[in-house]
């Protein structure tokens, strides 16, 4: 038999190989029969809006999951979402199947500005990419280490020094909110600013207004029916106050430009220049330290080290004015154990157990974030249900929180959740306050620090009451719903403890 030479051997293969090919990609494509988990039906357009609480949400889902359960579906609008309900639920999917939760939901009074920019609210290689620089560098700058944990405490000191110059007088909880942002605010910028520099002030007003405007009804509104941009007033004025930031963090990062350390770095933004210079000189297509993501990352590191520290510090106050006797225990076990004197440091968590219980019993009670969105990366397969890529997934941090089952009073301001029978600190899982999984909060360790040193320190010097008018059974524990759930208004009075002075 004769033996056909080798270039018409390889090119008969290569034709039957792309013969084959084609026959395959013409074959019928096998249909997906997806299957949803169940729920209450839905009306047309409408979907089962109809029977939402939009400002609570969470409380719509909890009751539905006493009927359709733990894992059901919910339409906003035409978009099906599914929900996950109670601490079971959550860990299953945000934690033992991390990755097929792992996506960021879509969320448009957020997107219109991010544009898939930043940690939060991006998804795929940019935000990969974006995540573990971000990580690094905090890091590096001292997240979790001595060096950061000695600018907290300088803070400290500035935040006792405003709380002192009110002389025994009301002041408004919006107090509470200035010491926080000085700590992600130098390492953004490398420095820190006074209460009453006209920047400092510009910058958390505007971080105060855009958690206000993305979480007013209107916003939840225009989220599930995006159509109604061209009707509503707040998708505007979100993008008119995130461009008055943005103006501010350019000038910013223009003086960190011209200050730069090619060698090295002192803060975020010298970084992600550094790494934005690097990049100019790569052939790929696709820049990731871009001006763009350079101000949504910005954005996302205020929204994190300004808004939910200093919400859970304000939750802080009015809980031991509302409940004295928990104050004073917290006061006595700071004084017995490392004195009036000496401010707290991070260390001293192992000494305080008290001390450390209520600050997570805070944080639980607070429940800063009722759900932040997921979808699904893939098709997925889970508890027996076949869900597409890309759906909506509702982790729902309230119901885990104040999970029924796990907690002995959840709807209650209980320390002892976190105690054990002998006094000492009880490590919770069912603790979500700073979500779990892929999504996990990238400054959970600064935040835990923050907290810590800041409760503690301001317990240390002062007791905190209601103003003589106020009685305690009449403050409010009933929270503002916006982006984050803040306490609503109120008036304290600091009182320097007599030994401390």
Avoid at 50 to 75: N, P, S
Avoid at 315 to 323: C, D, E, G, R
Avoid at 353 to 382: K, M
Avoid at 415 to 439: I, V
């Amino acid at each position: 038999m004769a033996i056909l030479p080798e270039s018409v051997t390889l090119f008969l293969i290569c034709t039957l190989v792309m013969m084959c090919v084609k026959i395959l990609m013409n074959l019928p494509k096998k249909k997906i029969n997806y299957n949803f988990p169940p729920g209450p039906r839905p009306l047309p357009i409408i979907g089962n809006m109809h029977i939402l609480d939009i400002a609570r949400q969470d409380y719509t889902f909890m009751k539905l999951a006493k009927k359709y359960g733990t894992f059901f579906t919910f339409h906003y609008g035409g978009v099906k979402a599914v929900v996950l309900v109670g601490y079971e639920a959550n860990q299953e999917a945000l934690v033992k199947a991390n990755y097929d939760f792992g996506d960021r939901g879509a969320l448009p009074i957020a997107d219109d500005f991010q544009h898939n920019n930043g940690v939060l609210f991006s998804n795929k290689e940019i935000w990969k990419i974006t995540r573990r620089f971000t990580l690094t560098i905090l890091r590096d700058l001292g997240m979790g280490k001595g060096s950061i944990e000695g600018r907290i405490i300088d803070e400290l000191q500035f935040l006792n020094a405003y709380i002192q110059s009110h002389n025994g007088k009301p002041f408004e909880k919006q107090v509470f909110y200035s010491a926080p942002p000085n700590i992600t605010f130098s390492m953004l910028f490398g420095r820190r600013f006074d209460y009453d520099d006209l920047t400092f002030k510009k910058m958390t007003e505007i971080i105060d207004d855009i958690v206000k405007l993305t979480g007013n009804s209107s916003s939840k509104y225009y989220n599930v029916f995006p159509i109604l941009k061209h009707f509503l007033k707040t998708p505007g004025l979100v993008l008119k106050r995130i461009d008055e930031l943005n103006e501010i963090l350019r000038v910013l990062y223009k003086q960190a430009q011209e200050s730069k350390n090619e060698d090295s770095f002192r803060t975020y933004g010298e970084a992600f220049l550094q790494k934005q210079e690097r990049e100019k000189t790569l052939v790929e297509k696709e820049k990731f330290f871009t001006e763009k993501n350079l101000l949504a990352s910005t954005f996302d590191l205020m929204l994190g080290g300004t808004e939910t520290t200093s919400t859970t510090i304000q939750w802080a106050i009015l809980l031991m004015m509302k409940y004295p006797h928990i104050q004073k225990k917290a006061q006595d076990e700071i004084e017995d154990v490392i004195g009036l004197e000496r401010p707290p440091r991070w260390e001293d968590h192992k000494v305080l157990p008290y001390c450390l219980a209520v600050i997570h019993e805070v944080q639980r009670f607070g429940n800063i974030l009722q759900f932040l969105p997921h979808a699904t990366p893939t098709d997925i397969s889970f508890r027996g249900y076949t869900i597409p890529k890309g759906t909506i997934v509702i982790p729902l941090f309230t119901s885990i929180l104040y999970d029924e089952t796990k907690w002995e009073n959840p709807w209650g301001f209980n320390p002892n959740h976190f105690l054990d029978a002998n006094g000492k600190f009880l490590k919770r899982d069912e603790f979500f306050a700073f979500s779990k999984g892929r999504r996990v909060c990238a400054g959970e360790s600064l935040a835990r620090m923050e907290l810590f040193i800041f409760i503690t320190g301001m317990l240390q010097k002062f007791t905190f009451t209601p103003p003589p008018e106020v009685k305690k059974e009449d403050l409010n524990l009933t929270a503002d719903p916006f982006f984050t759930s803040r306490p609503k208004s109120y008036y304290v009075v600091a009182t320097p403890r007599i030994e401390a002075v």
